[in-house]
């Protein structure tokens, strides 16, 4: 039967997987930023980094289209795949700003998510609309980020990435609630698993994603 307690139970599974998609990310990001080799292979190699780019846009693609006819060992490899290949990417993160700056974006972005996944969990506010609004906003921002390559505008990039900061809060909340709509079409265990997971890289992808806007803004740039 699906209850508040289950739900609770079901959410901090959701929490579980997250992290560790995050603490792989994080491992990884920084094994391949120390070694001069790795760092080669996938930063220094355009083919590689665009490859690896590529590959994850398929594996969210696959995972949202398809988790719920997923075994949940399968969900379950392909969002730790997904993790892993997501850290090697952001390497460059690591070799662009300083340590500093990386560990206070973290820091920030999870007092942020941490306040706003809580108020998404417990509000009895409808945020269905919130969440489509902040859905088309994100497709405008993709349009003017995608113009921002060719114009490498300072005064645009600031916008975007607080315009990023905004979007990406609220889809926070946002997404945290519907975990309660997934959580409500549950049928079985394996179910449970496999909803977990696409919770998980949902909200993985909303933290992420507010970490880096948080980082253009705030962080500060290696001088070496």
Known sequence: ?????????????????????????????FAVSTSQSLAQIVIGNSFVFYGL???ELILVFVLASRVKNMSPSAATCLFL???VLNGAT?????LAYTGASIVLAFA??????GVVSLYGSITKKDLTGLGHFMGMALIGLIVVSLIDVFFASQTLDWITSWAGIIIFTALTAYDTQKMKRLYGGIESDADGRSL???????LYLDFINLF????RIFGRQRSD
Request: net charge negative; no cysteine.
């Open 1 to 29: 039967m699906n209850t508040e307690n289950s739900f609770g139970t079901f959410l901090r599974g959701v929490y579980a997987w997250m992290f560790l998609g995050l603490l792989l990310t994080a491992i990884t990001a």
């Open 212 to 215: 880096l806007d948080l980082l």
């Open 53 to 55: 780019m590529v590959v």
């Open 81 to 83: 795949l997904y993790s």
């Open 90 to 94: 952001f390497a460059s993160i690591f």
């Open 196 to 202: 977990s997971i696409m919770g998980a890289l949902t």
């Open 108 to 113: 920030g972005t999870a007092v942020m998510f």
